[in-house]
T-cell receptor, first 113, second 116 residues
Framework: GEDVEQSLFLSVREGDSSVINCTYT??????LYWYKQEPGAGLQLLTY?????DMKQDQRLTVLLNKKDKHLSLRIADTQTGDSAIYFC????????????????FGTGTRLL | GAVVSQHPSWVICKSGTSVKIECRSL??????MFWYRQFPKQSLMLMAT?????????EQGVEKDKFLINHASLTLSTLTVTSAHPEDSSFYIC????????????FGPGTRLTVT
């Protein structure tokens, strides 16, 4: 089945860049997403990338996709205290779930400190 | 745009009682809604998917008689945890996808359920 892996923690100094990494197994993934979750809250969609793209930049966020290695990364430039949260990578599986809908498979989340 | 709300944000109930959680899409029509469960410091687990006007489809291992899902309109889905037990205590999050947002799921703020 599909599997998405992330490291559990990342600690950076304010002003530095943060790079959060994610690996996935489903080669038929269509879209890949980054979500942010603050304590006690739901998930906020930060950005997503279509599987035929290599890079996407949105203000301080840069997403890099290496489809050959099934590796996705999120770079946050000039990291601020407000960026402290858990970041989830998710893939929109190419496989149909029980509903016939391409479901999202989430990674374990990376806590950015 | 694409705001999803949940109500209540937290609830405490006694073992054996039932509790209903509402999920609403505020500014778009949600043709599909999803219910997730999240244990502390863990990822989200998809419980079920519901399309408006249809019965929900549950993921393997999720008891449909225990977690009743209704998606009666394009802006509202409800999850009812029936005969709740302490092991049902968790953070329940809904998400919605729909018209104009086919490739994205927008998440609600979550509901923390504690069963005593």
């Amino acid at each position: 089945g599909e599997d998405v892996e992330q490291s559990l923690f990342l600690s950076v100094r304010e002003g530095d860049s943060s790079v959060i990494n994610c690996t996935y197994t489903d080669s038929s993934s269509t879209y890949l997403y980054w979500y942010k979750q603050e304590p006690g809250a739901g998930l906020q969609l930060l950005t997503y990338i279509f599987s035929n793209m290599d890079m996407k930049q949105d203000q301080r966020l840069t997403v890099l996709l290496n489809k050959k290695d099934k590796h996705l990364s999120l770079r946050i430039a000039d990291t601020q205290t407000g960026d402290s949260a858990i970041y989830f990578c998710a893939e929109r599986s190419g496989q149909m779930g029980n509903t016939g809908f391409q479901k999202l498979v989430f990674g374990t989340g990376t806590r950015l400190l | 745009g694409a705001v999803v709300s949940q109500h209540p944000s937290w609830v405490i109930c006694k073992s054996g009682t039932s509790v209903k959680i509402e999920c609403r899409s505020l500014d778009f029509q949600a043709t599909t809604m999803f219910w997730y469960r999240q244990f502390p410091k863990q990822s989200l687990m998809l419980m079920a998917t519901s399309n408006e006007g249809s019965k929900a489809t549950y993921e393997q291992g999720v008891e449909k008689d225990k977690f009743l899902i209704n998606h009666a309109s394009l802006t509202l889905s409800t999850l009812t945890v029936t005969s709740a037990h302490p092991e049902d205590s968790s953070f329940y999050i809904c998400s919605a996808s729909g018209q104009g947002h086919a490739y994205e799921q927008y998440f609600g703020p979550g509901t923390r359920l504690t069963v005593t």
